[in-house]
């Protein structure tokens, strides 16, 4: 009796352990069609309990070795998890306090301290006596902390530097873990040849057969705290959002298609300022308001100046997110690279496009050099489709076993650490700022009766103007599609935009005072 019920609570235990490890994971059974609203978790059980059922005897310790990730990474953060474990048991780490001006050569008390912290995970070999000289050998362990924690490396702590350095023991701990469990959820799954991109890590990767093949830098979405107009909720609205989905073109010289809210945000104002914004910058409109014949949508013509460069590439989801081409290459060279609106950025496009399109059995350099010689916008459809995973990690291991902890850009890491989430919170999104035409002045018709108020009267078929529109005249903005009409149409300026005491709260929450700063989403 003592032995069935033994049986029953190891049976039982590794169908919990089975499940958190693989078998929660849809990715891994794409032969199961899982139904949309419903929840998968009764199927998935019941094909855990069928494939245990069938993994009895020497089975056994196969079906338990296939349920541990097969991901590079997975090993990697289990090890650093071990070693992180071990320095908590030896004792863990003491804060150490800010050296004013550190640099090589220099002493100070706490010298000796940030000696012991760094060596505490590895970074320096503490002697015998270690002594409060900022030495050659000090000065080296700060770079290379500074490499693993995506920070200026010039062997000068700054204050990200203190920040990074007294962050907690348990706190590090807590980050593995919690990257332990994204790999397990990861959509990955059993593809064999694929793109991965770690938003935390600024990096995009191509694997095959379980070997790294390219890995190349990227810029992802920024952490702007607003309204999101569809939700009605507050959002990170252009964080690059977490998906997979299928890469099924390539297009060089590619049109910019302007979404809206861009469009009205920051192209719109741009117009206030200068009647030949579009012309100046080869924009053209595609579409215009039938009210008022003015511009509604626009796009970047092909060629020198476009935002998305000489290619981009094409992964159909419901975000409208793909990579592409820059020409804001300096950008590139920093440690910390979220400014996008959510699309990502590559530094070496046409590197990644032979690459992919060698694989696919499409690339010959000389017709690529003659398709970007004509400036027209040309695809290529892949023979063969390519999965891409966007996810978020904020931990990675390098090939020398250097821990590096990533930026936690859109604070996903926070939400899980604190229980806490800075968005979400219901709000009302201002009015878009759109075009429309202002009435001319007319002459004082002395018709008190219809004018109580002395306003001017507005001309047959003029729109009025309602609360938050931008007022622009027709006239010098005679694009494709956009016909110019004369008159002698007043230029306003919108009114300040508020900030909703929503998004603020938000931000004060996130620790954002509002200002961009690459260094404040450090890790």
């Given amino acids: 009796e003592v032995a069935a019920q033994v049986e029953i609570l190891l ?33 998935l059980r019941e094909r855990l309990t069928k494939d245990l059922s069938a993994s009895r005897g020497p089975k056994l310790t196969a079906f338990v070795e296939s349920l541990t990730p097969p991901y590079e990474q997975y090993d990697r953060l289990r090890t650093a998890l071990a070693k992180y474990r071990a320095i908590q048991e030896a004792g863990g780490w003491k804060s150490v306090g800010k050296i004013p001006g550190a640099k090589k050569g220099r002493r100070h008390k706490n010298v000796v301290a940030l000696k012991k912290r760094l060596a505490a995970e590895g970074y320096y070999e503490l002697g015998a006596e270690p002594t409060d000289m900022y030495d050659a050998a000090l000065d080296k362990a700060v770079r290379r902390y500074q490499e693993t924690h995506q920070l200026d490396v010039d062997g000068e702590p700054n204050r990200w530097f203190w920040k990074s350095l007294n962050t907690s023991l348990a706190e590090r701990i807590q980050q593995i873990e919690i990257n332990l469990r994204r790999w397990r959820a990861s959509r990955i799954a059993g593809d064999k040849y694929y793109i991965h991109a770690n938003l935390p890590d600024f990096h995009a990767e191509i694997w095959k057969d379980g070997k790294l093949e390219y890995r190349y830098r990227i810029i992802v979405g920024n952490r702007t705290i607003a309204c999101d107009r569809d939700e009605g909720r507050i959002r990170r609205v252009n964080a690059t959002p977490l998906f997979s989905d299928e890469m099924e073109m390539i297009i060089f010289n590619p049109y910019w298609n302007v979404p809206e809210r861009i469009f009205h945000e920051e192209i719109v104002p741009e117009m206030l300022k200068s009647d030949t914004y579009l012309a100046d910058e080869n924009y053209e409109c595609v579409a215009t308001d039938p009210e008022t014949g003015l511009c509604k949508r626009v796009r970047q013509s092909s060629g020198e100046g476009n935002a998305l460069g000489q290619v981009k590439f094409i992964f159909p989801n419901q975000h409208g997110v793909y990579m592409h081409d820059t ?20 530094h070496e496009p046409m590197k990644l496009a032979e690459k992919l399109l060698s694989t696919d059995g499409q690339w010959d350099s000389r017709e690529v050099e003659k398709i970007l010689g004509h400036g ?52 009302e999104p201002e009015p878009l700022a759109k075009l429309v035409v202002e009435p001319e002045s007319q002459p004082d018709s002395g018709a008190a009766d219809d004018n109580p108020e002395g306003a001017t009267p507005s001309p047959e078929g003029a729109v009025a103007p309602k609360p938050g529109d931008v007022v622009k005249p027709r006239f010098g903005l005679n694009l494709p599609g956009l016909p110019a009409a004369a008159g002698n149409g007043k230029l306003t300026a919108p009114q300040p935009r508020k900030l909703d005491r929503a998004i603020e709260d938000s931000r004060k929450k996130d620790g954002d005072d509002g200002e961009v700063k690459v260094d404040d989403i450090g890790p």
């Avoid at 089975?18 to 199927?43: G, L, Q, S, V």
């Avoid at 020409?327 to 590559?346: E, I, T, Y």
């Avoid at 020398?400 to 650490?417: K, T």
């Fill in 11 to 43: 049976a039982d235990g590794l169908m919990s352990f089975a499940f958190d490890m693989k078998y929660d994971n849809t990715a891994w059974f794409k032969d199961i069609e899982f139904p949309k609203r419903d929840p998968p978790t009764p199927m």
């Fill in 327 to 346: 020409a804001k290459k300096r950008l590139f060279d920093l440690p910390v690279r979220a400014f996008s609106h959510g699309c990502m950025r590559v």
């Fill in 376 to 427: 027209k916008e040309h695809g290529m459809r892949l023979k063969n489709k390519i999965p891409v995973h966007i996810e978020y990690y904020t931990v990675r291991v390098d090939d020398d076993g250097g821990v590096h902890f990533l930026a936690d850009i859109y604070r996903y890491d926070r939400e899980i650490i604190t229980g806490e989430s800075s968005v979400g919170a219901k709000c």
